[in-house]
């Protein structure tokens, strides 16, 4: 079965302060792509980033970066320097079947000023 | 290039008529996947459409169906409405190969 576990249900930091959301897959395949997105209250999901499986390098995009590590099974988003603008509710999904996107419960994050 | 589009964005309906909701694909994508967002919840998988077939289904009754035209355009037709289906629905588009989904805004369906 394909699974994607996002534990933290809701987080509340202080601008400037750094967060992590965590993010756990399950699947039996060996090929498959891992997705985070970002849904503000417009509803719209915006697309951060994809990640093969085959890809276990870390990537960072200004003050986003994302651990990847198949050994855990685990797809971890920190948002370095958080700022008020960050605050929406972020997905982690799978995709091994291309085109069916299985996702978490979301991480609700609140950043304060 | 445009993004995806749905309409309308927002749509009231009374338990056990029907409901149609559309969606435009991002120029260039031939690919239409629907999810149904439940409040607090993460988006769930419907179907898939791709050169007008459905290609993948998801834990949806009958009663859900779609369409998808030359363009690559879609409906979703929700049959018997039920309270339960009261929900954001979610369009994505992609091009078959690729691994990008472009998603729309949404169509939050409210059913009383």
Same mark, same amino acid.
């Given at each position: 079965?394909?699974?994607?576990?996002?534990?933290?249900?809701?987080? =509340?930091?202080?601008?400037? $302060?750094?967060?992590?959301?965590?993010?756990?897959?399950?699947?039996?395949?060996?090929?498959?792509?891992?997705? +985070?997105?970002?849904?503000?209250? =417009?509803?719209?999901?915006?697309?951060?980033?994809?990640?093969?499986?085959?890809? $276990?390098?870390?990537?960072?995009?200004?003050?986003?970066? +994302?651990?990847?590590?198949? =050994?855990?099974?685990?797809?971890?988003?920190?948002?370095?320097?958080?700022?008020?603008?960050? =605050?929406?509710?972020?997905?982690?999904?799978?995709?091994?079947?291309?085109?069916?996107?299985?996702?978490?419960?979301?991480?609700?994050?609140?950043?304060?000023? | 290039?445009?993004?995806?589009? *749905?309409?309308?964005?927002?749509?009231?309906?009374?338990?056990?008529?029907?409901?149609?909701?559309?969606?435009? !694909?991002? #120029?260039?994508?031939?690919?239409?996947?629907?999810?149904?967002?439940?409040?607090?919840?993460?988006? *769930?998988?419907?179907?898939?459409?791709?050169?007008?077939?459905?290609?993948?289904?998801?834990?949806?009754?009958?009663?859900?169906?779609?369409? *998808?035209?030359?363009?690559? !355009?879609?409906?979703?037709?929700?049959?018997?409405?039920?309270?339960?289906?009261?929900?954001?629905?979610?369009?994505? #588009? !992609?091009?078959?190969?690729?691994?990008?989904?472009?998603?729309?805004?949404?169509?939050?369906?409210?059913?009383?």
């Amino acid at each position: 079965a394909q699974k994607v576990t996002q534990a933290q249900t809701e987080i =509340s930091v202080v601008e400037k $302060e750094d967060v992590t959301l965590d993010c756990v897959y399950e699947t039996r395949d060996t090929t498959y792509y891992l997705f +985070w997105y970002k849904q503000p209250p =417009s509803g719209e999901l915006v697309f951060l980033i994809r990640r093969n499986s085959f890809d $276990e390098q870390n990537e960072i995009s200004g003050r986003y970066s +994302w651990n990847f590590q198949k =050994s855990t099974s685990s797809f971890n988003f920190t948002i370095t320097a958080s700022q008020v603008v960050d =605050s929406a509710v972020y997905f982690c999904a799978l995709d091994n079947q291309g085109g069916k996107l299985i996702f978490g419960q979301g991480t609700e994050l609140s950043v304060k000023p | 290039e445009t993004g995806v589009t *749905q309409s309308p964005t927002h749509l009231i309906k009374t338990r056990g008529q029907q409901v149609t909701l559309r969606c435009s !694909s991002q #120029s260039g994508h031939n690919t239409v996947s629907w999810y149904q967002q439940a409040l607090g919840q993460g988006p *769930q998988f419907i179907f898939q459409y791709y050169r007008e077939e459905e290609n993948g289904r998801g834990n949806f009754p009958p009663r859900f169906s779609g369409l *998808q035209f030359p363009n690559y !355009s879609s409906e979703l037709n929700v049959n018997a409405l039920e309270l339960d289906d009261s929900a954001l629905y979610l369009c994505a #588009s !992609s091009l078959v190969g690729a691994n990008g989904y472009t998603f729309g805004s949404g169509t939050r369906l409210t059913v009383v």
